[in-house]
């Protein structure tokens, strides 16, 4: 017996946005950086205190570069330009789903830990399909926390039980079922199809959207 849900919730970094690294790799070999550094800096305690709100977006660029040049001297600063410059690459097969489930009434949010320049990278990559957007930045409270999940509950406007939610990590899924989400791992797009199916959203094969929202 399928369950029926009103509503949809998707993670966006590693379900409908990927980083592959072209950007870090690109501003790395601009300053002469060695391969990894970015990676290395700048995942660290900005990065966390950005994600809930705390740091801004900028604020956040600023710490990598203060600790770019502290460690690489004055000239490794402007990688930071050349690396924000990537919004990243959309899942052209994700988004076509995220498409189709909203042509059938079904309200689609997404909800990610993110930084307070979220907006601004969707904007650039032209990505629009969704009804809601849950930030963290904006919350103040990451995923995880049963807070994050309740204050996406009432952004949505139904009942935790009436919500679909794909994740892939696993401990988001686990938290979201936690606070009553039907919630599901994202491992891949006819996955994704597969468990909507259960939820009686039955979609069509995804047809890769081509006006170009596949960026590098």
Request: glycine residues 10%; contains cysteine.
């Amino acid at each position: 017996m399928s369950t029926r849900v009103s509503a949809a919730l998707f993670d966006l970094g590693g379900v409908l946005l990927h980083f592959r690294g072209n950007g870090r790799a690109e501003a790395e070999k601009a300053v002469g950086l060695p391969p990894g550094t970015l990676r290395r800096i700048a995942y660290r305690d900005a990065f966390a205190l950005a994600n809930y709100g705390v740091y801004t977006h900028q604020d956040w660029l600023e710490a990598v570069r203060g600790e770019l040049v502290a460690e690489f001297g004055p000239r490794a600063g402007a990688a930071v330009d050349v690396w924000a410059q990537d919004p990243g690459e959309l899942d052209e097969d994700a988004v076509a789903v995220l498409k189709a489930v909203r042509a059938q009434g079904i309200p689609v949010g997404i909800f990610t830990n993110n930084t307070s320049g979220l907006e601004a990278d969707l904007a650039r990559l032209g990505f629009d399909a969704f009804d809601t957007l849950i930030n963290s930045a904006d919350l103040g409270v990451i995923k995880p926390s049963p807070v994050a999940y309740r204050l996406a509950i009432e952004a949505m406007g139904v009942a935790a039980g009436e919500i679909f939610f794909a994740d892939d990590n696993h401990t988001n899924v686990i938290a979201a079922r936690h606070v009553g989400l039907h919630a599901v791992d994202f491992l891949s797009v006819p996955g994704l199809i597969a468990d909507l199916a259960a939820c009686s959203i039955t979609l069509p094969a995804p047809t890769p959207d081509t006006k170009g929202e596949h960026r590098r």
